[in-house]
Nanobody, 126 residues
């Protein structure tokens, strides 16, 4: 079982950058595909990015492609989300998630993920 804790959120002006981190407890971090999702008030939680167990494969939502980068350090049990060229519409609570180990493909649905962090607020001002 994985326990996840996000950090790095905050308030930034449009065009700025933030780097989110997600630390995981447990000894099998390397066995999980890891994803980032976000949720704005009144909206459903939406997929942002996912990275494979080894870090060799990534996939992004069209809305963040070219601006966000997901990475992981298995030695540190940590996954990152580097967010550049931020826009006001990126404002949301960002969640990291560990995929159900039985799901081998990179998942983009919340149902593909078994463990979730508590979230970190990102606010982008115009």
């Amino acid at each position: 079982q994985a326990q996840l804790v996000e950090s790095g959120g905050g308030l930034v002006q449009a065009g700025g950058s933030l780097r989110l981190s997600c630390g995981a407890s447990g000894r099998r971090f390397y066995s999980y595909n890891m994803g980032w999702f976000r949720q704005s008030p009144g909206k459903e939680r939406e997929f942002v990015a996912v990275i494979s167990r080894s870090g060799g494969d990534t996939y992004y939502a069209d809305s963040v492609k070219g601006r966000f980068t997901i990475a992981r350090d298995n030695a540190k049990n940590t996954v990152y989300l580097q967010m550049n060229s931020l826009k006001p519409e990126d404002t949301a609570v960002y969640y990291c998630a560990a995929a159900d180990p039985a799901r081998l493909r990179l998942g983009v649905r919340t149902i593909d993920y078994a463990y979730w962090g508590q979230g970190t607020q990102v606010t982008v001002s115009s």
